[in-house]
């Protein structure tokens, strides 16, 4: 999981049936409402529907459900959480349901946590000899 501050990149494997799938790659600062945009992108669907993100892995589970801006729950509202807040991590499976009527069911699972970094690191330990500090 990457820590509160430090930006990193998931890359989340999104299957919707058998042999149907998208890597999607987006931020840790991208919030569920953003990652359910790009999904439903990533798929050519029109986000005209309410969804739900279930960060558990079961449906309809009310413990760790995240709902789109315009659904009842306004304590879990996708807008107001980033990824880098809801746990990933390299393995975590969680589900994706979007259109409650007709119910598409998207799996996910984290493949990758990816970190951003430029420049060279800095030496851990800057060791001095002694014949040096003259």
């Known amino acids: 999981m990457g820590k509160k501050g430090k930006e990193v990149s998931y890359?989340?494997?999104v299957s919707l049936m058998t042999g149907c799938y998208r890597h999607i790659k987006v931020s840790s600062k991208d919030s569920?409402?953003?990652l359910s945009l790009a999904i439903l992108n990533a798929f050519g669907f029109d986000n005209d529907h309410l969804d739900a993100?279930?960060?558990?892995?079961?449906?309809w589970s009310s413990y760790d459900a995240y709902y789109c801006h315009s659904s009842e729950a306004e304590d879990r509202n996708s807008k107001d959480y980033r990824l880098e807040e809801v746990?990933?991590?390299v393995g975590k499976k969680f589900k994706y349901v979007f259109d409650f009527g007709d119910e598409w069911i998207f799996q996910c699972k984290v493949l990758k946590v990816l970190v951003h970094s430029k420049g060279g690191a800095?030496?851990?330990?800057?060791?001095?000899?002694?014949d040096d500090e003259e």
């Open 11 to 13: 890359v989340i494997s």
């Open 122 to 130: 800095p030496e851990q330990y800057n060791f001095h000899d002694e």
């Open 32 to 34: 569920l409402y953003q």
């Open 53 to 59: 993100f279930f960060m558990d892995n079961a449906m």
């Open 87 to 89: 746990g990933l991590f």
